[in-house]
């Protein structure tokens, strides 16, 4: 190996070094690639998983809104129908009643009384 570079002249050597320079680029350009589209793989795993967290943050909220538009439709229902039966009333203290069953429907928990007015709704105090 020694011996053919010595019988090189010196654009045979230059041209051997410049080969050789050549080839060594090419295997840094490999290998920075290969690093380039690990790390691009990365990045791309890491956007799926946040696209994925994101997707179930809205799935997640859209179910919050559901079940909120759910419980404020049955509350104005149950507002609707306590209005009804106080304006219904003939009298009074059935208008009370009325209203004190209207209230007990939003509010099961609103007093004692709510569960006695609930489980009987024809009773008149």
């Known amino acids: 190996m020694i011996a053919a570079w010595k019988a090189l002249t010196g654009a045979g050597r230059a041209i051997v070094a410049a080969l050789s320079l050549i080839a060594l ?4 350009m490999a290998v920075l690639t290969m690093c380039g589209g690990k790390d691009a793989a990365r990045k791309g795993k ?9 997707t179930g943050a809205a799935q997640d909220a859209s179910g919050v809104r559901d079940r909120a538009d ?10 609707k129908e306590g209005t009804d ?10 208008a009370n009643l009325a209203a ?21 709704p024809g009773r008149m105090d």
């Not at 680029?25 to 840094?28: H, K, S, V």
């Not at 759910?70 to 507002?79: G, K, L, P, Q, Y």
């Not at 004190?100 to 009987?120: E, F, H």
Request: hydrophobic letters at 35%; a positive charge; proline letters at 6%.
């Open 85 to 94: 039966d106080v304006r219904q009333a003939p009298d009074r203290s059935s």
């Open 25 to 28: 680029l090419c295997a840094l």
């Open 46 to 54: 890491a956007g799926q998983t946040l696209t994925e967290g994101r």
């Open 100 to 120: 004190r069953r209207g209230v007990c429907r939003v509010n099961p928990s609103a007093g004692p009384d709510c569960r006695m007015l609930l489980a009987d």
């Open 70 to 79: 759910a419980r404020d439709d049955t509350i104005s229902n149950a507002v």
